[in-house]
Each structure stands twice: as structure tokens, then as C-alpha cells.
């Protein structure tokens, strides 16, 4: 055995687990295998939903790559669930905690047997923070693979749209057939859902941290071009593990920050902050919601992508996708920062001037009458003149709060209003469908945090709000619970401390005044029963409303009971305290 393989994870195990080497033969390895480098080849594969229901054509192009670089591929999958179905019941509980589980079954396939290196492949919100995680986790020789974008829906339109639209039929303001028919055609093939939501910015993100290969980030589900990147990322990875070239290597404090420049630049995920946040705690790097705020002032919005955009993410892909944004804002970026191809991120982009692909991209948007820069807008001339999000602070929120600002409308960036409060997401949907939510108002939704209920999304809600021509313009919505990606409207979300940890979300009342200032980022409590308070008088009566606080018992089973337990705050990452779901 050369230096190399004695140094090798899967060498040294077979030196006192003779066992295994007998195990493995059973099944597809020969002799030969067993001397060669071995590779996980993970993927969330499975019938839960589109993002994942694919892969495993990618898989098999993983395994190829791997096997033509001469390394032993073993495949592995943990899959995921989906978001849009966990939507709107108690389901949406676990989806925060899958991700965490996600990252751990890694954790275990990997050194488990252990491999030398692997290659992942995911496409979902949760999914692909997990494998993230993982990688960070693990700090052996990775490549990860996105699983792709969703193919346009009829006239552009979006499943996001599903949610008023059950509203408009339950008002007779649309026919059964009509809503039926969108429901039919609105997710036409698989991938991840066809807006900047989450699954599509991580996928951004794994791209933009170095993680993927360029250009791989958002390729459409259906176009062979994925399949080839699937391919090369096996035979990548395996020029990484003859390299020694490991994560730590790769995520720096300057990968995050380019990170989080490319995430101000395409309008991305609220829910970003929180899994950037938790990837970089697994490598061992400190990111504060503060830095992406700093970063969203001066990074502006370039892609215009829905739904706070026009056009869906197939698009950003033939525009040029993350290596076109990446050169946009070159100038802020550190291109010394190394990736995955085991060049840097200016060694990257200056192939990527070159390359045919600008060129074979582009040729699809004219199937659209349109051009690069209908869809990513030029540094000099943005779509918005700062990033997309804003963390909020003040009496509210003294640990922080996150708002998409750049879905806000421009008359909603200030807004003071009474509170209306709910316990529940469900409580607060009915107010709507009765018509009790007035013009004005500040919807409050709490014990939606991480330790109370897993921290569910509230995107029923926002959808009815963003999607509402008067309350759009007049109504906000506050929560310690998180937003999906595809958010839009005046939604403050990931109130620290949550109401479950005493919190002054678990104090407000109907018809205190609360204050949303996105340009001054503050949300605060300004008045109490309708009346505008002094700052000091307002903490004597919420001191005193602590005094008589009774915190409610949430009566959890299994892992969600596990994970509630020993969860950090959302814009500490969400995750499990120690790292893994039983920490």
C-alpha cells in the first residue's frame, strides 16, 4: 500500500475489522474494491416529493464518476420530507428537526464503515442544509451535487399561488374546476419548487460556499446538463481525496462571507440565515446575524426571480445562474476563497468567461423572448439598491428578528398597528377566512420557536396576507416561528428570545402597538390597549405582565421531544445544542 491508502480512513479499519471485508463481498465489491478509495454516495432519494423523487438518476451518474476515477462507490440515502405538504397541520413540526436528522444519518453512514470521501446529492429546503452540515461535520473530502430546479408552471405561475387560491374558492370567487386544474399543472416536473424559496437559495448556497461545482447550482430537473454535473462530481471527488483537500479547507470565515454576498444579490431565503449559521457552527466558525445585515446594506438585489420577482428559477440558470452573479459582485468577493474544483473562486470565473456554456445557456431564454439581464440585473444598476433582508431589533426582539425587506412594498417599510394575537398559525388563518383581521393590524403569532413546537413555518398565513390587495399594503405579520423561502409581504419572523423562553412575544396583548422600522431596524412594543407609551413605561407594564407569566405545556412525543428539548434559537442555527439530534 502506497502512503496514501495507509492514511486512508477505510485502510485502517480493515486492518482490525476482517469482518467487513467478508460483508462487503457479498454484495457488489471484489477483491480489487476493497484496496480502492471509497466513496459514500448519499442522496435523500425517495418518493417524498419532487425535490428528491429524481436523484437517484443523479446517483447513478455519481457512481460512474467514481468508478471512472477508480475509487468504490457505496450508496447510501436518508431521504426528506417536503415542506408543501407538511404545510398547514402538525406535520410542518418536523421539519425543521428532519434536517438535523438528515445531517446525523450522514454522519453515521459515513463513519460507520467509514469512506474515504463521499459525493451528496439533495435538492430540498432541509435536505440540502443537512448535507451542508454534514460535510462541515465531517471534514472528509466532499463534493455536493443540486438537485436542480422545477420546470415552470403554466404562464409562470407557481404552487405557492395554490394557498390563495384555495381561499378565492372557498369564497366562490374561483370555480373547483379552475383551482383543480391550476393544482393539475403548477408543479409540471420534479426538482426543487420554481421560486428563490429555500430548497433554491441552498442550492445557491452550497454553489456559492464552494461546495458544488460551478454553474451546478439551479440547473433545470429535466435537462441532461444536470446529469453530466452528477457525473463530474464523482470523478471531482475523487480528485479531491487523492488531493487531501477537505472542508476545512474550503469553509473559511471568507467562503461564508461570499455566501452571504451571493444570497443579498439573488433575494434569497429568509431561512438561510439560520442554516448558514448552523453549517458554519459544524466547521467551527461564529456567524452573527449582524454580518448579514452588514453585508445585505451594501450587496444589492440583482436576480429577479419570484415570487417577490418575475420569473422562475429554471430562468436564473439560463441567465448564467451563480458563476454570472458571482462576476457581477466580483469586486466584493474573496477570490482567493478555494472550492471544490480544486481552484479558486477568481481562478473559477476566469474559465467561466471562456466557457461555451455562458453562450449554450443563454440560447434557452430566447424560447422566452428574453435576455441575461431581463432576469440578473447589472451591479450598476440593480434591481434593488440593498440586499434582501434586514434583522430587526428592540424591545420585541432584543436577541433579533429577520424580514425579506425586499418583498416588503415600499409602504409597508414603517408600519405601527395593534396587535392581534394567535397561539397558532390555525387560530390566526380562521380570523382571516371569518374576516376578522382589520386593515392595519399587526398579526402575532407565538410558541413557534424552536423549543415550543419545532418552529414551523407560517407561510399559510403570509401567503394570505402577501396575496390580499389591501392587506398587503397594511398588515404585518410577527412570529417567533421562521417563513418559508417563498415569502413575500411584511413578515418579521425568528423573534428572540421565542415566547416559550419568556420572551416579550409570550407578553403581548390585543391591541398593544407594535412598531415594524425596517429602515431604522427596530420592531418594538410602542403602547399598551391602544395607547402610545413612553419606552420606560412600557417595560414596567411588560416587567409586570412577566410577573403573572405561565408558560404552556407542550406534551411531545419521540424526537420531536428530543429535538424541542436540547434546541438553540433560530439565529443561533436552530440546531440540536450539541451537535446531532440527541445533543
Given at each position: 500500500m502506497s502512503t496514501l491508502d495507509k492514511e486512508r480512513a477505510s485502510q485502517k479499519v480493515r486492518k482490525i475489522s476482517f469482518e467487513g471485508?467478508?460483508?462487503?463481498?457479498?454484495?457488489?465489491?471484489?477483491?480489487?474494491?476493497?484496496?480502492?478509495?471509497?466513496?459514500?454516495?448519499?442522496?435523500?432519494?425517495?418518493?417524498?416529493?419532487p425535490s428528491s423523487y429524481h436523484l437517484n438518476e443523479l446517483v447513478g451518474e455519481m457512481e460512474k464518476g467514481v468508478f471512472q476515477q477508480g475509487g468504490k462507490p457505496a450508496v447510501y440515502t436518508t431521504t426528506d420530507i417536503c415542506d408543501g405538504v407538511a404545510q398547514a397541520h402538525d406535520g410542518m413540526h418536523y421539519s425543521l428537526l428532519s434536517r438535523d436528522m438528515i445531517a446525523s444519518m450522514v454522519e453515521i453512514h459515513a463513519l460507520a464503515t467509514p469512506f474515504d470521501a463521499m459525493v451528496l446529492t439533495s435538492a430540498g429546503d432541509k435536505a440540502v442544509p443537512a448535507h451542508l452540515m454534514a460535510i462541515a461535520r465531517l471534514n472528509i473530502p466532499a463534493v455536493h451535487v443540486p438537485g436542480g430546479a422545477m420546470g415552470a408552471g403554466p404562464c409562470m405561475k407557481s404552487n405557492e399561488e395554490l394557498w390563495h387560491m384555495s381561499v378565492e374558492m372557498e369564497r366562490h370567487q374561483m370555480t373547483k374546476e379552475q383551482f383543480l386544474a391550476f393544482q393539475r399543472a403548477c408543479c409540471p416536473t420534479c426538482g426543487a419548487c420554481q421560486y428563490m424559496g429555500t430548497a433554491a437559495t441552498m442550492q445557491v448556497i452550497s454553489e456559492a460556499l464552494g461546495l458544488a461545482l460551478p454553474w451546478t447550482a439551479l440547473i433545470p430537473a429535466t435537462n441532461a446538463e444536470i446529469r453530466k454535473a452528477a457525473r463530474a462530481a464523482g470523478q471531482q471527488v475523487m480528485k479531491l481525496a487523492q488531493a487531501g483537500i477537505r472542508p476545512e479547507h474550503i469553509l473559511t470565515k471568507e467562503a461564508f462571507e461570499n455566501a452571504i454576498m451571493v444570497h443579498s444579490a439573488i433575494g434569497g431565503s429568509l431561512n438561510a440565515v439560520m442554516h448558514l449559521i448552523a453549517i458554519a457552527k459544524e466547521i467551527g466558525i461564529t456567524l452573527s446575524p449582524q454580518q448579514f445585515d452588514e453585508i445585505h446594506r451594501k450587496i444589492p438585489v440583482l436576480v429577479d426571480t419570484k415570487t417577490a420577482g418575475k420569473y422562475p428559477t429554471e430562468l436564473f440558470w439560463y441567465a448564467g445562474g451563480v458563476p454570472f452573479v458571482m462576476d457581477e459582485i466580483q469586486e466584493f468577493l474573496h477570490l482567493d476563497a478555494l472550492t471544490v474544483t480544486g481552484r479558486t473562486v477568481g481562478e473559477n470565473l476566469k474559465e467561466m468567461?471562456?466557457?461555451e456554456m455562458r453562450n449554450y445557456a443563454e440560447m434557452f431564454l430566447a424560447n422566452y423572448k428574453l435576455n441575461r439581464r431581463d432576469v440578473i440585473y447589472p451591479l450598476r444598476k440593480p434591481l434593488k439598491q440593498e440586499g434582501s433582508l434586514a434583522v430587526l431589533y428592540g424591545n420585541l426582539a432584543p436577541e433579533g428578528a429577520t424580514i425579506k425587506k425586499f418583498a416588503v412594498a415600499d409602504d409597508m417599510?414603517?408600519?405601527?398597528?395593534?396587535?392581534?394575537?394567535?397561539?397558532?398559525?390555525r387560530e390566526g388563518v380562521d380570523a382571516y377566512i371569518r374576516g376578522d383581521i382589520r386593515p392595519g393590524d399587526v398579526i402575532v403569532i407565538r410558541y413557534q420557536g424552536p423549543k415550543a413546537v419545532g418552529m414551523p413555518e407560517m407561510f399559510f398565513m403570509s401567503e394570505l396576507i402577501a396575496s390580499d390587495p389591501v392587506l398587503s399594503h397594511t398588515t404585518s405579520l410577527v412570529t417567533d416561528g421562521r417563513f418559508s423561502g417563498a415569502t413575500r409581504g411584511p413578515c418579521v419572523g425568528y423573534l428572540g428570545p421565542e415566547a416559550l423562553d419568556g420572551g416579550a412575544i409570550a407578553l403581548v396583548k390585543d391591541k398593544d402597538l407594535v412598531r415594524v422600522d425596517i429602515p431604522n431596524r427596530r420592531i418594538d412594543v410602542i403602547g399598551v390597549n391602544g395607547v402610545e407609551c413612553e419606552p420606560e413605561e412600557v417595560n414596567v407594564i411588560y416587567q409586570e405582565r412577566k410577573m403573572h407569566w405561565t408558560p404552556p405545556v407542550f406534551s411531545h412525543k419521540g424526537v420531536l421531544k428530543l429535538y424541542t428539548r436540547s434546541a438553540v434559537p433560530a439565529l443561533q442555527g436552530g440546531s440540536c445544542s450539541q451537535g446531532g439530534i440527541f445533543g
Open positions: 471485508d467478508a460483508l462487503r463481498m457479498s454484495m457488489d465489491w471484489t477483491v480489487e474494491d476493497l484496496d480502492r478509495i471509497q466513496v459514500l454516495v448519499e442522496s435523500t432519494h425517495g418518493a417524498s416529493h468567461r471562456t466557457n417599510q414603517v408600519h405601527t398597528g395593534p396587535a392581534r394575537v394567535f397561539d397558532s398559525e
